[in-house]
C-alpha cells in the first residue's frame, strides 16, 4: 500500500474512531444507514465491486456529489485513493467525518 494511501486510511480511521467512541445510539444507527445509503449509491453507479477491490479515488467521489467537509486534508489530491474500509469508517463518523455525503442527510 503507497505512504499516501495509508496516510488517507490512519487519518479516515482516527476521524471515525473519535467519533465512534462519542456517538449516542441514535447517532449510531443515523451513520450506519448512511454507510448503506453509500453503499446503494456506489451499487446504482455501477462502482460497488471495483471500490469494494480497489477503493475509490477523491475525484470519483466528489464526481458523485461527495465534498469535502474542511477542504482537502493535506496531502490528499483528486487521485487520492481511499480504501473501501476507510470510506465505510468515514460515514459512519457522523458530523466528524473527512467527507460530506449528499445521500446522508
Sequence with gaps: MSSTRTRVAASLAAAAGIAALAAAPAQAAQDTQCMRNGIA????AGLFTTVARNGV??????SLGVAPRNGLPEGYTLDTVIPFSALLADHRAGANSVFVYPWCG
Design 41 to 44: 449509491t456506489l451499487k446504482s
Design 57 to 62: 479515488s477523491v475525484g470519483t467521489a466528489v
